[in-house]
């Protein structure tokens, strides 16, 4: 069931905003003008994605620099010490309508 999360003018091309949905805590990002949700924990130590950096399709974790594809919430890279390790992220399918952004929930 999609649920109105923001509206689009609120998150900038390259820009995130974080949002809780139903007890969720999500990272809405604006990729070119195309949005996807993942999930707000860092898959290392749960540091909060949303003060990290977004970098085309790549968000980088601001606490140990670990990176994710934000189209699937694949690991990509790090933590920056290779004797940690990370978990890839989840992500919700997301639609835009009539300037708003809508997740995807179960
Ligand atoms: S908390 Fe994100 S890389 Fe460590």
Redesign the pocket.
């Known amino acids: 069931m999609f649920i109105k999360a923001a509206e689009e003018k609120d998150i900038l091309p390259g820009g995130m905003k974080a949002v809780k949905l139903q007890g969720l805590e999500i990272v809405l990002c604006n990729f070119g003008g195309a949005f996807y949700a993942v999930e707000r924990a860092?898959?290392?130590?749960?540091?909060r994605l949303e003060r990290g950096a977004l970098t085309g399709w790549i968000l980088t974790?601001p606490?140990?620099?670990?990176q994710f594809d934000i189209r699937n919430g694949e690991a990509l890279f790090?933590?920056a010490d290779p004797s940690?390790k990370?978990r890839g992220l989840k992500t919700w399918t997301v639609k835009t309508e009539e300037g708003s952004v809508y997740v995807d929930l179960p």
């Open positions: 860092c898959g290392h130590a749960n540091a974790c606490l140990h620099y670990a790090g933590p940690l990370t």
